[in-house]
């Protein structure tokens, strides 16, 4: 898995939100959906980069494309 530096939490939820998923549920871990995947995003800062990259592979999106979406 290629890495993804370690990023703030708020950093990542945005990036998620260009690609067009959006917050379904906020506790101590942030659900987010676009309607077929659902991804969880923990309130870490920062967000280890293996942790980072298991939560980019699940949502379908190539590091690359998230590299250019943050």
Not at 17 to 42: L, V, Y
């Amino acid at each position: 898995m290629p890495k993804i530096p370690g990023i703030n939490h708020q950093r990542a939820v945005n990036a998620f939100e260009k690609a067009g998923f959006w917050i379904a549920r906020q506790r101590k871990h942030i659900t987010m959906t676009n309607g077929e995947r659902i991804i969880t995003i923990p309130r870490a800062n920062p967000i280890n980069s293996y942790t980072m990259s298991g939560i980019v592979k699940d949502a379908g999106i190539s590091t690359e494309e998230f590299k250019k979406l943050l």
